[in-house]
């Protein structure tokens, strides 16, 4: 079992930057897709971010430009720097370990960013 725990709850003013970290327990972490995801208050969690083995990141498309995903293997934590922050981008945000083949998939749990105006 893999735990993931985020850091960086934060309150940030409209056209601000916060970073987010999450650290992985265990020595798999280089094989694992690492994400962001954010959910909203009464919406669906929607992607945000996405790092993959080979470092390859995905942004979605109201995040492009504006957020960015690294991911350290050596200290087994994966960051999302975000910067210019809108309204819309108040949610929790949670960390996401995955390999399909390896049948991994775990979550952090969760962490609270604000964005006030």
């Known amino acids: 079992q893999v735990q993931l725990v985020e850091s960086g709850v934060g309150l940030v003013q409209l056209g601000g930057s916060l970073g987010l970290s999450c650290a992985a327990s265990g020595s798999m972490f280089s094989a694992y897709f690492m994400g962001w995801y954010r959910q909203a208050p009464v919406k669906q969690p929607d992607f945000v971010e996405r790092?993959?083995?080979?470092?390859?990141?995905t942004y979605a498309d109201a995040v492009k430009g504006r957020f960015t995903i690294a991911r350290d293997n050596a200290k087994n934590t994966v960051y999302l720097q975000m910067n210019s922050l809108e309204s819309e981008d108040t949610a929790v945000y949670y960390c996401?370990?995955?390999?399909?083949?390896?049948?991994?998939?775990?979550w952090g749990q969760g962490t609270q960013v604000t964005v006030s105006s």
């Open positions: 790092n993959s083995i080979a470092g390859i990141s």
């Open positions: 996401h370990a995955y390999n399909n083949l390896m049948a991994a998939d775990y």
